[in-house]
């Protein structure tokens, strides 16, 4: 087996120290037959605390076409309720141009906003961890495949010396054979 120094050196070309943490971690996985592949989402989802899968819930729930929907019949309830109150009685309870609900909105869009971009971060956080986990993924497959082609070469040497061996005792033995023979006449 070979140690995460020797990967480093030969596979890489640099000193084991003069590794990043992610570029060491790989060569000890590699060092070490193991698997590096891992579910990166359900990781950081085991970590998420009460208020980011709150605020997931709520983007979520914020860019759907159920919440543009609801929106929408909300708003157009609102405006032909008070639109009848207002030409039948006379007395609105939000008359043109709606300032109650102007105000709704407003606190609306003032409480969504900063919720989306919790979300947001933590969506770039998860994307970020996933970056990372590929690199570190391709970078063990790169190594695996190096190694398998020194691997390769190995044999391949191996097999041409001792084609070039068999070889010598073949003609050692037909020049033994011509010696023994006797001379065409």
């Known amino acids: 087996m070979k140690k995460p120094e020797d990967i480093a050196r030969h596979q890489l ?14 060569a000890r996985h590699v060092a070490a037959r193991k698997y590096i592949s891992r579910n990166t989402a359900a990781d950081l989802e085991t970590r998420a605390s009460a208020g980011q ?11 759907s076409w159920t919440f543009i929907t609801l929106f ?9 309720l008070n639109s009848v109150i207002l030409a039948g009685h006379g007395k609105s309870f939000d008359p043109y141009p709606y300032i109650l609900l102007n105000l709704f909105l407003s ?5 969504q906003a900063p919720i989306i971009l919790m979300s947001q971060n933590r969506q770039a956080e ?6 990372a986990h590929d690199y570190e993924v391709n970078l063990k497959a790169e190594l695996e495949i190096m190694l398998l082609h020194e691997k390769l070469d ?32």
């Open 72 to 80: 929408g019949v909300i708003l157009v309830t609102w405006v032909a």
């Open 13 to 26: 070309g640099v000193p084991y120290e003069s590794l990043d943490e992610p570029t060491r971690k790989v």
């Open 154 to 185: 190995l044999l391949r040497e191996g097999q041409w010396s001792e084609l070039l061996t068999m070889q010598r005792e073949q003609i050692g033995l037909m020049t033994q054979l011509l010696k023994q023979s006797p001379a065409p006449t």
């Open 126 to 131: 998860k994307d970020r961890l996933a970056a």
């Open 107 to 111: 606190m609306l869009a003032a409480a």
């Open 53 to 63: 899968r709150a605020a997931d819930t709520v983007a979520a729930f914020g860019g």
